[in-house]
């Protein structure tokens, strides 16, 4: 597999190099002891927690070495972009020398911001930190600022929405892609829309972003979400 996909991307002569994967490479990390994360904790939070912790390791933030050989090899190639799914959220992240990587959220199922709520909750010792629950409204925001430090990543997540539904549309030519992320709060999709399509197109958020000349470019949008209030 490793000297197949070497030797595709290596010999390829086409404008964009597209790297589909079901797990991401974007880092999945949030560091509590980050001064900028530190300051939003309570100063009940353990300190056994206020430590860096890997939120899944069952994607490439298990394997960073890994990580950094497929980052190496597309670093090799021009246009170089990676789509990636299975994590039930939106990320739109850099990953330095003009590779960017697209993760459109998933249009049903649980929310990775659900998922981790729910885990964290249940947890018979998670559970009772004092204000976990308003430390994972920010959820999306701590993967952020984490990745920010060069000891954590050296990858940028641009955007980032861990408790929303939705789909993207990726559109390409010669010039450039663009990336339509259409957004909907994950309270609506339990609701029928059926009779209505016109009432469930306002409930959705584009994101519009555009990559050419190996940079990536945001565009217009309605409103930005990185993060939501959790609603018991």
Partial sequence: ?????????LASPATWKVLGHSFMLTPMVIDFTNPLIAG?????????LRTSLVIN???????????MEVLGL?????????????????FVTDHQNGIFEITPPAISSATNGEIVLRVV?????????????????????????????????????LYANTFSHGYGV???????MTILIQEIDSEEIGTSYYEDPEALQELFTPLLFTIQDGALTP???????????IRK
């Fill in 74 to 90: 597309l670093d090799l190639v021009s246009n170089a972009v990676v789509i990636s799914g299975d994590i039930h959220s939106t």
């Fill in 1 to 9: 597999q490793n000297a197949w996909l070497q030797g595709t991307l």
């Fill in 40 to 48: 939003m904790l309570p100063p009940e939070f353990p300190d056994q």
């Fill in 219 to 229: 565009g217009p949008k309605r409103r930005t979400a990185t993060h939501r209030r």
């Fill in 121 to 157: 909750l249940s947890d018979p010792i998670l559970g009772q930190i004092p204000g976990i629950e308003q430390i994972l409204e920010n959820y999306a925001l701590l993967l952020q600022v984490s990745a920010m430090d060069p000891a954590v990543s050296t990858s940028d997540i």
């Fill in 170 to 176: 990726i559109d390409v030519d010669a010039e450039a």
């Fill in 57 to 67: 390791a069952e994607d490439f933030n298990g394997l960073p070495q890994k990580r």
